[in-house]
């Protein structure tokens, strides 16, 4: 199919084959392309604002840049596609195969991702802030540097993640599976990360200040050793006392506040 620029929007190409397709830079504002078969489709730079891709097999398709917004891609297959620089603010992502996709730089935003599965993704630098992430799978998932203030992430897999430097200001982690994640350097403050389980976890130089680690599992005093600051973190008794008879300056008031 050839290059399809300046389409009319509200155009309905439902359950239609366009693998392979050229359609950079086309105007797909609106167009109901579910359960579409988009696999290996060049919708680089592409309007797809408010589009419907309910199911659609978006398999290594080319979406950098594009313009996504509110579109609806629950259940799609995404997987080892690339997205990015993509807008995806507020869409619905729910239960979409992102599995292998290039999310760097994309915006996410108050998307909705409860049970997608980003297993090995890109997201560095990704904009996820208050982004719904319930129970996703992001194992292996590279978030460094990624913005996920305010993100929810309750029971998600996150396990051997890439979280260096990550901006998880606010987030909420209760019960996330954390197990051997990389957080070094990473922004925590305010974080809610009760009954998350951190087992091997790299903590070194995170910032803790305010958050919630109460019921946190697999937590050693030797992690939390290594971090920036616990200011007014809430911990079990038995790791509290300890720490603050082993490393007192984890609990004084940091620099930036004198």
Same mark, same amino acid.
């Given at each position: 199919?050839?290059?399809? &620029?300046?389409?009319?929007?509200?155009?309905?190409? +439902?359950?239609?084959?366009? @693998?392979?397709?050229?359609?950079?830079?086309?105007?797909?504002?609106?167009?109901? %392309?579910?359960?579409?078969?988009?696999? #290996?489709?060049?919708?680089?730079?592409?309007?797809?604002?408010?589009?419907?891709?309910?199911? /659609?097999?978006? !398999? *290594? =398709?080319?979406? @950098?840049?594009?313009?996504?917004? *509110?579109?609806?891609? &629950?259940? /799609?297959?995404?997987?080892?596609?690339?997205?990015?620089?993509?807008? $995806? @603010?507020?869409?619905?992502?729910?239960?979409?195969?992102?599995?292998?996709?290039?999310?760097?730089?994309?915006? $996410?935003?108050?998307?909705?991702?409860?049970?997608?599965?980003?297993?090995?993704?890109?997201?560095?630098?990704?904009?996820?802030?208050?982004?719904?992430?319930?129970?996703?799978?992001? +194992? *292996?998932?590279?978030? @460094?540097?990624?913005?996920?203030?305010?993100?929810?992430?309750?029971?998600?897999?996150? &396990?051997?993640?890439?979280?260096?430097? /990550?901006?998880? &200001?606010?987030?909420?982690? !209760?019960?996330?599976?954390?197990?051997?994640?990389?957080?070094?350097?990473?922004?925590?403050?305010?974080?809610?990360?009760? #009954?998350?389980? $951190?087992?091997?976890?790299?903590?070194?130089?995170?910032?803790?200040?305010? =958050?919630?680690?109460?019921?946190?599992?697999? $937590?050693? !005093?030797?992690?939390?050793?290594?971090?920036?600051?616990?200011?007014?973190?809430?911990?079990?008794?038995?790791? %509290? !006392?300890?720490?603050?008879? *082993?490393?007192?300056?984890?609990?004084?008031?940091?620099?930036?506040?004198?």
């Amino acid at each position: 199919m050839g290059n399809e &620029r300046g389409g009319n929007g509200m155009s309905d190409h +439902k359950e239609t084959n366009l @693998e392979g397709a050229n359609l950079e830079g086309a105007n797909l504002e609106e167009a109901n %392309l579910e359960e579409a078969n988009l696999e #290996g489709a060049n919708f680089e730079g592409a309007n797809l604002q408010g589009a419907n891709l309910r199911g /659609a097999n978006l !398999i *290594k =398709a080319t979406l @950098e840049g594009a313009n996504l917004e *509110k579109a609806s891609l &629950r259940g /799609a297959n995404l997987e080892g596609s690339n997205l990015r620089g993509a807008n $995806l @603010e507020r869409d619905n992502l729910e239960e979409a195969k992102l599995v292998k996709v290039n999310l760097r730089g994309a915006n $996410l935003e108050k998307s909705n991702l409860k049970e997608a599965d980003l297993g090995s993704s890109l997201l560095m630098e990704a904009n996820l802030k208050e982004a719904d992430l319930k129970e996703a799978n992001l +194992k *292996k998932a590279n978030l @460094e540097r990624a913005y996920l203030e305010r993100t929810f992430l309750p029971k998600a897999n996150l &396990r051997g993640a890439y979280l260096q430097r /990550a901006k998880l &200001r606010g987030a909420k982690l !209760i019960n996330a599976h954390l197990e051997g994640a990389k957080l070094t350097k990473a922004h925590l403050e305010g974080a809610n990360l009760e #009954g998350a389980n $951190l087992e091997g976890a790299n903590l070194e130089g995170a910032n803790l200040e305010g =958050a919630n680690l109460l019921g946190a599992q697999r $937590l050693t !005093i030797d992690q939390l050793s290594k971090v920036k600051t616990l200011f007014n973190a809430k911990l079990d008794d038995e790791l %509290l !006392i300890q720490l603050k008879e *082993k490393y007192p300056a984890l609990f004084k008031v940091p620099d930036y506040y004198k």
